[in-house]
């Protein structure tokens, strides 16, 4: 005698006789790369985007010698930062091009610089001297007070100044700089350009300067470092060198 079939086993005959999809279609567990991957194609997007906008987001200036020593320069941006699956990728400000084609030269500083035009006071030393831009990282007040301490270069710093070549050479810029007993000097090459590198020492603050004679100017790139006590926060001499190495000469 065939037994008799609640219609609860019919239903459930029924159900198990249907065909299903490949397991691995519809059993969460049978797919666990999906989700990392995901998370890692949009944190490659957006690591992507922080590179183009490090790129082709260096900002660039009007030019000195155009607009005057009164001139704006333009406010640093901030930092830059993106989430990507819960983590945060950051980049520093980005860096900022001020172009002087007159004076021949193009500058980039990092990020958080700014420039400060014609700063220092005109004296028996500077006979030829054209233009001078200092840039720092210290807020006006903080300046005004590191110069008054300092004198025209406080450590930390970076300037760059233009002077007549029919006036002074660049040999004797950097004698009348202080590079005399003590001084070490070198020949070298800034992009090709023949360049005087000078190192000496003025009350524990160590100078560094770079001469080259450019047609009928001379070129003078020069920065200072301190006392550790002295330094600003986020500023190593290795952004001060990187600033001599990247300027473009025109």
């Not at 969460?28 to 999906?34: E, G, L, T, V």
């Not at 007070?145 to 810029?173: H, K, L, Q």
């Not at 000078?198 to 004679?213: F, I, K, N, P, Q």
Request: one cysteine or more; a negative charge.
């Amino acid at each position: 005698m065939v037994p008799e079939l609640s219609i609860a086993r019919v239903f459930q005959r029924e159900l198990d006789a249907l065909p299903l999809p490949p397991e691995d279609a519809w059993v969460p567990n049978a797919r666990p790369a999906r989700a990392p991957a995901l998370a890692m194609a949009l944190g490659a997007v957006a690591l992507a985007a922080i590179l183009v906008v490090t790129i082709y987001g260096v900002r660039a200036s009007q030019d000195p010698a155009a607009v005057g020593a009164d001139a704006i320069s333009p406010t640093p941006p901030s930092s830059a930062c993106a989430d990507s699956g819960g983590r945060r990728a950051c980049v520093a400000p980005l860096p900022v091009i001020y172009r002087s084609p007159l004076l021949g030269y193009n500058i980039v500083v990092p990020g958080g610089f700014h420039r400060v035009a014609n700063d220092a006071q005109a004296s028996q030393t500077s006979s030829g001297l054209l233009y001078r831009e200092r840039y720092t990282v210290r807020p006006v007040d903080e300046d005004r007070a590191t110069v008054a301490n300092f004198g025209a270069i406080p450590p930390w710093d970076f300037v760059v100044e233009v002077y007549e070549r029919a006036v002074v050479s660049a040999s004797e810029r950097a004698l009348l700089d202080g590079c005399s007993a003590g001084c070490v000097t070198t020949q070298t090459t800034i992009r090709k350009e023949p360049t005087l590198s000078a190192t000496w020492t003025v009350g524990g603050v160590v100078m560094h300067g770079y001469y080259m004679d450019r047609s009928d100017r001379v070129l003078v790139l020069k920065y200072a470092v301190g006392p550790e006590t002295s330094r600003p926060a986020g500023v190593n001499e290795s952004d001060l060198l990187r600033i001599v190495e990247t300027i473009g000469l025109v």
